[in-house]
C-alpha cells in the first residue's frame, strides 16, 4: 500500500460516523429480525465502508474513520460484544431519537475485538491515508448505561476503561497510527470531580501508547470543564466548535490553550452545507488568537456526520477540504 502524506498544517479529519450507507442499513435491519449470517452481515458492512471511504477520498479528508457503518449505536454496540452488559428498554435521547439502554448486570470484561474488522477493513482500502481507531469512552459507557452491579461511579468507570485498554491494544499491534476515545458525555457534567475522573480513565486507556491520542467532547458546556481537562494524557482535544457559534474560542486563550486541536467548522445537525468562505473564515478566526501554530490544528466536523444526508455529509466535507487548502497556502505557506 504506497504511503500517504499528511499535510503538517490544517490536515483534514472526520470525527467518526458517517450517513449510514444501503447496505448498512440493510445488514442492520436484517441483524435485528435475526435473519441474517456473521458472514453475510460483514460481506454487506464491507460493502458500506468502501462507499464512506470512496466519499472521503473524493472529497479529499487526510485521516479517515471506517464510518461506524456497523454501530447502530456508539454505546449499544460496544456494551452487547462485552461481558457483563444485558440488553435494555428504548430510552428517548432528544427529539425522536432513542436508544436501547443497555444494563450493567455484571463486572465489564473484554472477551474479543469488538471493531478491529471494521478498521482493518477501512484501512485496507483507504490508499494509503491514516484510519483513525475510534471507541466511546468509558465515561460515556457508564453515563449512558444503567448500572445494576457495581453502585461505584469510579470502579466502574476505570473497569471500563481496562476493557477499553484491551480494545485499544488490538490495534496498536496493528500499527495504528491514531486513537481517538469519544466523551460526549463528559460536556453534560461539567464538574471538577467528573473530569478528574474522566481523566484517571484515560490514564489507563492510554498508558503508554505511542499513537496519536485523541479524546473527542461535543455539544455541552466545553468551557465549564476545559480548566479541568487541559492536563489530561491527551495529544489532542476534538471539539464542538461550529454549532455554538465558536463560543469556545476565547475561553482557549483565557486558559493558555496549547495542545493539538480537533477543530470543528462544520455543523453536523444543520442541512446548510457550509461554503468555502464560510470555514475559511472560521480557520481564521482562530489563527487570529494566536495560541496554537496550523502545525497542531486539525480540521474536522463537529461531530459524527450519521444524522445527515449522505449528498449533504460529502459536500460539507469537500467544502472544508477546499477551506483548509486555502488555509494552508495563507497560514503556513504550503499548496
Known amino acids: ?3 500517504y502524506t499528511v499535510p503538517k498544517a490544517f490536515p483534514t479529519t472526520v470525527v467518526g460516523s458517517y450517513p449510514k450507507l444501503p447496505s448498512a442499513r440493510e445488514a442492520l435491519r436484517r441483524q435485528r429480525k435475526g435473519g441474517i449470517s456473521e458472514e453475510e452481515f460483514k460481506k454487506l458492512v ?6 464512506v471511504i470512496e466519499d472521503y ?7 479517515l474513520s471506517d464510518g461506524e457503518q456497523s454501530r447502530e449505536d456508539m454505546v449499544v454496540y460496544f456494551a452487547e460484544r462485552l461481558r457483563g452488559y444485558a440488553p435494555g428498554e428504548w430510552v428517548r435521547i432528544f427529539d425522536n431519537v432513542y436508544f436501547r439502554k443497555p444494563i450493567i448486570v455484571d463486572k465489564v470484561e473484554w472477551v474479543s475485538p469488538m ?3 471494521d478498521w482493518e477493513y477501512a484501512r ?11 471507541l466511546t469512552g468509558p465515561y460515556t459507557m457508564l453515563e449512558w448505561s444503567f448500572d445494576l452491579h457495581y453502585g461505584d461511579r469510579r470502579e466502574a468507570i476505570l473497569d471500563l476503561a ?3 485498554r484491551r480494545e485499544v491494544d488490538e490495534y496498536l499491534a496493528k500499527g495504528a497510527e491514531y486513537v481517538q476515545i469519544d466523551e460526549p458525555a463528559l460536556s453534560t457534567r461539567p464538574w471538577r470531580e467528573e473530569a478528574e475522573l474522566a481523566g484517571e480513565a484515560l490514564e489507563v486507556i492510554f498508558r503508554g ?5 485523541i479524546v473527542h467532547i461535543c455539544f455541552g458546556r466545553i468551557e465549564r470543564i476545559l480548566p479541568y481537562i487541559l492536563d489530561y494524557p491527551v495529544d489532542q482535544f476534538d471539539l464542538e466548535f461550529k454549532n455554538s457559534d465558536f463560543r469556545l474560542l476565547p475561553y482557549l486563550k483565557e486558559y493558555g490553550y496549547d495542545k493539538e486541536l480537533g477543530y470543528g467548522v462544520v455543523d453536523v445537525h444543520s442541512l446548510q452545507v457550509e461554503s468555502v468562505e464560510e470555514i475559511k473564515k472560521a480557520i481564521d478566526d482562530l489563527m487570529k488568537l494566536d495560541i496554537i501554530g496550523p502545525e497542531k490544528v486539525y480540521i474536522d466536523p463537529d461531530c459524527g456526520l450519521k444524522r445527515l444526508p449522505r449528498e449533504i455529509a460529502r459536500e460539507k466535507l469537500k467544502n472544508m477540504v ?9 497560514w503556513a505557506g504550503e499548496e
Open 46 to 51: 464491507r460493502e458500506a465502508i468502501r462507499g
Open 115 to 117: 471493531a478491529l474488522d
Open 57 to 63: 477520498i473524493w472529497a479529499g479528508v487526510d485521516i
Open 162 to 164: 481496562r476493557v477499553i
Open 322 to 330: 477546499e477551506a483548509a487548502r486555502l488555509a494552508r497556502r495563507e
Open 209 to 213: 501508547v505511542s499513537a496519536k491520542r
Open 124 to 134: 485496507s482500502i483507504s490508499g494509503g491515508r491514516p484510519v483513525k481507531v475510534i
Open 1 to 3: 500500500m504506497a504511503a
